[in-house]
């Protein structure tokens, strides 16, 4: 029967190519290929679309066709080559371009993969699926920040397409932007709520924002949408309920302060009334003298250099760091720092042990609950006998709180016991003001302690 159907009627190939036939050789054997792989014989089938490129090797379509065959049955080399041929006919057809692209991936090839969607886009800049294309290519090779560029621009082309959207906030969220990736999904899970994979994508956005009852109701919406969870929603939800502690995500502190990077000076110095780096200056000065100089000073979560520009003064080395890039290139432009770098403020203490005779925390405390860590951090940096000074804001109790406005409190007795378990004295430790909110002083402590000499 096969043999039958893979040979024209009265086996003579030349009566196909009459123009009173319908079909032409290639034609025949390329439907008739078509009909082998529906019935599930993807050998006949395989046999038959050859027989239509040798028919017409100018036949696109019977390239493409043999060569998702060749895919369906994971032989890739044989399948790229035969998408290559089908492209050289038909340059424009997408589908046979991804066949390409996923064979290359396949077989270790990405590279070539991008430069083939590359080549697309210089063609045709306009191609959303060319720039979906690359996207994910690029989020394969480990590079999420080009990949947002190319979602943002499908996006901006086929706009409101749920699922770019999703891959342009999950993309955000590998990056370390959540709060991005919640502006880009809240309009579309308006319209669309019960769409999984965006509620799974907003939940671990949230998450990462430090908002752990907005996780837990876009997880909980993404398990009613798609209660097979293949998203792992009921994990994720297993963990937020069982972690009872509370803290500020790096995610969290990197996307507010870099949005709020261009306005931040005029905002603390003027409607904040913000006194950080006056009254931490003043304390210091307090134990060391209005002498002092030369010193090697490290300045943890530096924003844009207020800090800096108080305490260089005192500095033969000045060195900052920030969670916040916008913040480190802001700092950056004062010119005072010597050095300046990108970093979470207990992994840069820690790295450099002994090396400081002054490490400044101005505002800083306030994103952080636990203050074990940042204490032993401050001990290790420190030189024998320097000195690590920082500004809080006060609670009563022996202990900390999140208040109202996503800022950490903590209480006298709280810090004097984790500055004594990290082997800090306390040298000052006094009521301040280093900010107004709404209108009112904010209260607070500043802390000069120790490492023994």
């Not at 994103?367 to 401050?378: D, K, P």
Request: include cysteine.
């Amino acid at each position: 029967m096969t043999d039958q159907l893979l040979r024209p009627a009265g086996d003579d190939t030349a009566d196909l190519a009459n123009p009173a036939n319908p079909l032409n050789p290639a034609e025949f054997f390329l439907v008739s290929g078509y009909a082998l792989r529906d019935a599930g014989d993807d050998a006949a089938a395989e046999a038959a679309f050859r027989q239509a490129v040798a028919a017409d090797p100018a036949c696109g379509e019977a390239s493409g066709a043999l060569a998702q065959l060749l895919a369906d049955d994971a032989r890739w080399d044989e399948a790229a080559e035969a998408f290559r041929v089908a492209l050289s006919q038909e340059p424009g057809r997408i589908d046979w371009r991804t066949g390409l692209s996923d064979a290359l991936v396949r077989r270790g090839h990405a590279a070539e993969a991008i430069a083939l969607w590359q080549d697309l886009l210089e063609r045709r800049p306009d191609s959303a699926s060319g720039h979906r294309a690359l996207a994910r290519l690029r989020i394969g090779a480990g590079q999420p920040l080009e990949a947002i560029e190319h979602f943002r621009e499908a996006l901006f082309l086929d706009a409101g397409d749920a699922g770019t959207a999703v891959e342009l906030a999950d993309a955000l969220v590998a990056s370390g932007d959540p709060l991005a990736a919640v502006e880009t999904l809240q309009p579309i899970l308006r319209r669309r709520p019960d769409h999984a994979a965006g509620q799974s994508v907003l939940g671990r956005a949230w998450l990462d924002l430090g908002e752990r009852a907005k996780a837990l109701a876009a997880l909980r919406a993404c398990l009613d949408a798609d209660p097979a969870d293949p998203h792992g929603a009921e994990l994720l939800i297993a963990r937020i309920e069982g972690d009872t502690t509370e803290t500020m995500s790096q995610a969290y502190v990197r996307a507010l302060f870099d949005r709020y990077a261009e306005r931040f000076d005029e905002d603390l110095t003027i409607r904040l009334k913000y006194q950080a780096p006056q009254t931490l200056r003043a304390a210091v000065d307090q134990v060391l003298g209005a002498g002092a100089a030369d010193l090697h000073v490290l300045d943890v979560g530096c924003g844009t250099g207020l800090a800096g520009v108080a305490f260089r003064p005192l500095a033969a080395r000045l060195h900052g760091s920030d969670l916040a890039p916008r913040m480190v290139k802001k700092a950056g432009s004062r010119g005072v720092y010597d050095g300046l770098e990108v970093g979470e403020m207990t992994a840069v203490m820690a790295r450099d042990s002994g090396n400081w005779d002054l490490v400044v925390a101005a505002d800083v405390l306030v994103y952080v609950g636990g203050l074990a860590e940042v204490m032993a951090a401050a001990a290790l940096a420190l030189k024998p006998g320097g000195l690590f000074c920082a500004t809080t804001e006060r609670c009563d109790g022996d202990g900390f709180a999140l208040g109202p406005s996503r800022r950490f409190t903590h209480s006298p007795a709280y810090v004097r016991r984790m500055a004594a378990e990290a082997g800090l004295e306390i040298v000052v430790l006094e009521e301040a003001v280093p900010r107004w909110e709404r209108g009112q002083p904010v209260p607070g402590l500043v802390l000069v302690a120790r490492r023994a000499a």
